[in-house]
């Protein structure tokens, strides 16, 4: 079994993609990145819409559970020892509704963010 965590993300878009290298930096034995934006990128290799991974960030446990959106970024937190107490208060009820609203505005909002120049 592989002991990595699978992130899908966007690194066209200059947030995700910044986000997404600080946890590869921080703590590059525990995910592997897959680029949603890269051409060869099929979301049907993952039983996925291009419409789900283009909405939401996913990500896959080593042992295969898809996470999506908040509970993506949770997951993503529980496997860096810096972030472990942000992955408990995640979860509390009040945090995680106001967190599921916060990524919600943000989904509306990302298409419109700064985009990565590719050469």
Not at 18 to 35: N, T, W
């Amino acid at each position: 079994m592989n002991s990595k965590s699978k992130i899908l993300y966007d690194g066209n878009c200059i947030v995700c993609d910044m986000e997404i290298s600080h946890y590869q930096r921080i703590a590059p034995e525990a995910f592997e990145l897959v680029d949603i934006s890269s051409a060869d990128f099929k979301a049907g290799n993952f039983k996925l819409t291009k419409a789900d991974v283009d909405k939401n960030m996913h990500v896959f446990t080593p042992n295969g559970e898809l996470k999506v959106g908040v509970d993506a970024f949770a997951h993503i937190w529980s496997r860096i020892p810096k972030y472990a107490v942000a992955a408990k208060v995640i979860h509390w009820p009040i945090v995680n509704s106001a967190a599921k609203v916060g990524y919600c505005v943000f989904t509306v909002l990302r298409p419109y963010l700064p985009k990565k120049h590719r050469v």
